[in-house]
């Protein structure tokens, strides 16, 4: 492979016109992360468990459980 030549090729243009506003389109139209309209306006709201859920959640560890697993880990 190291031997082989580059091979380049010339793909066509996308143009289906001489309009240049032909080729722009929109950045959200094609998945982008600059869509035209702001999105955080259209989210939903935050997660709320239900009861159920939250009973089964175990506690969350105390400042000191965390740095006694810490320092454990760190030896």
């Known amino acids: 492979m190291a031997d082989e030549e580059q091979k380049f090729s010339i793909l066509p243009h996308p143009a289906k016109t001489n309009n240049p506003a032909d080729l722009q389109s929109e950045p959200g139209a094609h998945g ?3 869509a035209a309209g702001a999105s955080a306006y259209n989210a939903k709201g935050p997660y709320v468990p239900s009861q159920a859920i939250a009973e089964g959640l175990e506690q969350p560890k105390s400042r000191e459980e965390l740095k ?5 880990l760190n030896s």
Do not use: P, V, Y
Not at 68 to 72: L, S, V
């Open 32 to 34: 982008g992360l600059q």
């Open 68 to 72: 006694a697993e810490a320092a454990k």
